[in-house]
C-alpha cells in the first residue's frame, strides 16, 4: 500500500453525509433533532420516505441523511439495525451536561469517557435505529464536573449497552 501523499490532485475534503435506514421515521427525526439539535431542511423527493439533517450553524451541510420504506428494507423485508462495520459515528459538540439532560428527559442510555492523556469528554448513546454515537467536547471549555468514570457510567468499547425503545 502507498502511504504518500497524493500529487495527481484528488484530495479528500471530509465527510460529506452518512445515510441511517430507519422503520420509524418519526422517532428518528425526533431523536436527531430534539435530542441531538440537527435541524431538518429541505431534502429531494427521491419517492420514498426520508429527511435531510444538518448541523445548527449558518451553512451547515446536510451530514445524516435518513431514509426509509422499501429502500430501508433488507433482503429479508426487515429495516437492519446497529452499525454493523462501522463502530460509530462521532460529532464534535459543545454542551457536555445539556447533552446528558437531554438524554435523561429522553429516557435514552448513555456512557461517559475521558480520553486517557487529552483534555477531550466524550458521551456515546444509541439513535432509535441502533446507530452507535460519540459527542465528543473540549472539556478545557466545559463547565461543570468531568464524565463520570465510574463502573456504571463508563464507556467501554466493544460493549453494546443499546436498550431499544419500541
Known amino acids: 500500500m502507498n502511504t504518500s501523499s497524493p500529487t495527481d490532485g484528488a484530495l479528500t475534503h471530509g ?5 441511517i435506514k430507519t422503520a420509524d ?3 428518528t427525526l425526533a431523536f436527531w433533532t430534539g435530542v441531538i439539535g440537527l435541524r431538518e431542511i429541505a ?3 427521491f419517492g420514498y420516505p426520508g429527511a435531510w439533517l444538518a448541523c445548527g450553524q449558518p451553512g451547515g451541510q446536510a451530514i445524516i441523511h435518513v431514509y426509509a420504506g ?3 428494507l433488507g433482503s429479508a423485508g426487515v429495516v437492519e439495525t446497529g452499525t454493523a462495520a462501522i463502530d460509530h459515528v462521532s460529532l464534535a459538540c459543545t454542551g457536555y451536561h445539556a447533552y446528558i439532560a437531554r438524554f435523561r428527559v ?3 442510555a448513555w456512557r461517559e469517557f475521558l480520553v486517557p492523556g487529552t483534555s477531550l469528554w466524550q458521551l456515546f448513546v444509541y439513535d432509535p435505529s441502533g446507530v452507535q454515537l460519540e459527542l465528543t467536547f473540549e472539556g478545557a471549555v466545559e463547565a461543570g464536573p468531568p464524565p463520570d468514570m465510574s463502573e456504571a457510567r463508563r464507556y467501554r468499547a466493544g460493549q453494546s449497552f443499546f436498550v431499544s425503545l419500541a
Not at 465527510?15 to 445515510?19: E, G, M, R, S, T
Request: hydrophobic share 55%; proline share 12%; charged share 20%.
Open 43 to 45: 431534502r429531494p423527493d
Open 15 to 19: 465527510l460529506f453525509h452518512l445515510a
Open 25 to 27: 421515521l418519526a422517532r
Open 106 to 108: 429522553a429516557g435514552l
Open 70 to 72: 422499501g429502500p430501508a
